[in-house]
């Protein structure tokens, strides 16, 4: 089967499709020929090897796994004997978590990992990018207790973590306020979002309302800048580090006091009950993965020079076209 892979650490040009061999499945596994996955910041951290802390989990010298993608979307193509839950030719979707392997034709799964039947009424490429930012943002908003009648603003209101974050938080009932550059306004008021700041017309934390969380999906701000937009213990919630990786530190140090506190939350496992929810949502039209581009396998070089402008706008969606 083609795959794209890279065995050494480095710029997008390190990735090659290549041929290998197709995943062998044991009893308990799925093998779902991939139709699309994604290119996102995860796969560009585990590519590049950076930040080094990547590395005690990508492996220290060179990458442990060699083809990238944890987004997919695609068809069973076989079942291991112990696999009751899918059979061949179901339209499944999912996340392959911490083993990746989506950049290719054929992807082997756990038959009881996070994977469920695709929603009915969305294509493959649509489907594709429906586990990794939403999981990131539902984490964050478990993690803070994120409650209908809440005021929360987003900030990087249009990355995958950002726009799945808006269309949740919504859902929940919260108040949004979305901070995006001009020409994505009218995205982000489509999500759903109750206001809208444009960052370029001028500095997002001078406004006057405050906030129960401000939750930062792109790691460009900081709880210093943004503190005096929160209530008196209103979260600063961030998907990064923070520009000088300041916020796992403030997540540990500012808890010991009352008042306002920084959380960088560490988003739990992927399951197999979690992206049954967002098939529910996306069949209720609750959610909808933004996608900006597609590119097929054969140009996913290119899909990660433009995920890694920083300007993406949700997702990128890689096609890949299995040859039989
Ligand atoms: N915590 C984790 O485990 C984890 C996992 C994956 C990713 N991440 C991090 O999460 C962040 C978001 O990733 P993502 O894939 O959702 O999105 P992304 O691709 O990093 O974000 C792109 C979006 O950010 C907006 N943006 C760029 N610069 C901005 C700025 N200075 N101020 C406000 N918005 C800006 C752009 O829209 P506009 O043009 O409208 O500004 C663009 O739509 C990244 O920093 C990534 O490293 C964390």
Do not use: W
């Not at 999912?94 to 054929?106: C, N, R, V």
């Not at 049954?276 to 959610?287: D, P, Q, Y």
Request: glycine letters at 10%; a neutral charge; charged letters at 20%.
């Amino acid at each position: 089967m083609k795959a794209a892979v890279h065995t050494t650490y480095g710029p997008p040009e390190v990735v090659r499709i290549a041929e290998v061999e197709k995943p062998a499945i044991k009893d308990d596994e799925v093998l779902v020929k991939v139709h699309a996955a994604t290119v996102n910041r995860t796969d560009c951290g585990f590519r590049a090897g950076k930040p080094f802390i990547v590395r005690l989990f990508a492996g220290l010298i060179r990458p442990r796994a060699t083809i990238l993608g944890g987004e997919f979307a695609g068809v069973v193509e076989a079942v291991g004997d112990d696999v009751t839950s899918f059979k061949a030719g179901d339209r499944v979707f999912g996340f392959s978590e911490g083993s990746f392997g989506a950049h290719a034709e054929y992807l082997s799964m756990p038959g009881d990992g996070p994977l469920a039947i695709m929603p009915a009424n969305v294509t493959f490429e649509q489907a594709a990018p429906s586990t990794e930012g939403s999981h990131y943002a539902r984490s964050f908003i478990t993690a803070a207790k994120i409650q209908g009648g809440q005021d929360v603003l987003v900030y990087g209101a249009t990355g995958a973590i950002g726009a799945a974050a808006v269309q949740l938080l919504k859902s929940l009932g919260a108040t949004v306020t979305a901070v995006c550059s001009t020409d994505n306004v009218e995205l982000v008021t489509g999500l759903g979002a109750d206001r809208v700041i444009d960052y370029t017309a001028g500095d997002f934390t001078k406004d006057d309302h405050a906030y129960d969380v401000v939750l930062d999906a792109v790691g460009k701000s900081s709880f210093s800048r943004c503190r005096r937009l929160l209530k008196p213990r209103g979260i600063y919630l961030s998907s990064d580090l923070g520009p000088l990786s300041q916020n796992p530190v403030l997540a540990l140090i500012t808890p010991l006091f009352t008042g306002k506190k920084v959380m960088f939350p560490i988003p739990g496992k992927h399951d197999q009950q979690e992206v049954r929810n967002f098939k529910g949502l996306i069949e209720s039209g609750a959610f909808k993965p933004v996608i900006d581009r597609t590119y097929p396998l054969g140009q996913i070089v290119e899909a990660y020079k433009y995920v890694e402008t920083g300007q993406k706008i949700g997702n990128v969606v890689i096609s890949v076209e299995p040859s039989n």
